[in-house]
């Protein structure tokens, strides 16, 4: 199981932190991926680490601003989100791929990879 926290009301700007911790399965194992939905629109990837925390990648409009870690002792994935704008208004969810590294970035991007997925939390920036 996966929960994600951190959400909430921040001025366009302002740096937010968002966490998703782990529970059951070995967490090393999968990399881990961010996805947003906002509304009326489809499912947005935001950004993916590998198992190892070796590789990582991001949404286009997320590069340079966004930055996500891991901590595999603690089961948690983080999600640091500087300069955030009013368009990253969102439900953001942490998601956990079938593999722990994939050869090709697509399948870190590819919602089909994540089997496992967190019950989101809601990311709301105010211009």
């Excluded at 967490?27 to 590998?50: D, L, T």
């Amino acid at each position: 199981q996966l929960q994600a926290c951190g959400g909430g009301l921040v001025q366009a700007g302002r740096s937010l932190g968002l966490s998703c911790t782990a529970s059951g399965g070995t967490f090393s194992s999968h990399a881990i991926g961010w996805f947003r939905q906002a509304p009326g629109k489809e499912r947005e990837f935001v950004a993916a680490i590998s198992g190892s925390a070796y590789s990582t990648y991001y949404g286009d409009s997320m590069k340079g601003r966004f930055k996500i870690s891991r901590d595999n002792a603690k089961s948690t994935v983080y999600l640091q989100m500087n300069i955030p704008q009013p368009e990253d208004t969102a439900v953001y969810y942490c998601a956990a791929a079938k593999r722990g590294f994939y050869s090709r970035s697509a399948y870190y991007q590819a919602v089909n990879e994540y089997d496992a997925w967190g019950q989101g939390t809601q990311v709301t920036v105010s211009s």
